[in-house]
């Protein structure tokens, strides 16, 4: 009954970059407001970045605003984000969910910075 499934985390060397996929099903996509988060061991979740129904408009942390990109094909039901110039305190769990978390939370994907 998994409705969010992430992908494309992986261990990167610092400066590196990865593309993280969100993709839907059974829910059409393209009718929310859609965030990442990120969680790493002992804080709490926080919100990275958020983009509108349409594409549009997008907002991030100040943490990552000159380093991640938020995007999305809504004809693919699939959310992305581009992290470059990654750094160590990037190191988290990665998820993705509608901005007002409306849906159940995937697995996440897992992201590792480190030499």
């Known amino acids: 009954q998994v409705q969010l499934v992430e992908s494309g985390g992986g261990l990167v060397q610092p400066g590196g970059s990865l593309r993280l996929s969100c993709a839907a099903s059974?829910?059409?996509?393209?009718?929310?407001?859609m965030s990442w988060y990120r969680q790493a061991p002992g804080k709490e979740r926080e919100l990275v970045a958020t983009?509108?129904?349409?594409?549009?408009?997008?907002n991030v942390a100040d943490s990552v605003k000159d380093r991640f990109t938020i995007s999305r094909d809504n004809a693919k039901n699939t959310v992305y984000l581009q992290m470059n110039s990654l750094k160590p305190e990037d190191t988290a769990v990665y998820y993705c969910?509608?901005?007002?978390?409306?849906?159940?939370w995937g697995q996440g994907t897992q992201v590792t910075v480190s030499s």
């Open positions: 983009i509108s129904s349409s594409g549009t408009s997008t």
């Open positions: 969910n509608t901005y007002r978390s409306l849906k159940s």
């Open positions: 059974e829910f059409t996509l393209s009718r929310y407001v």
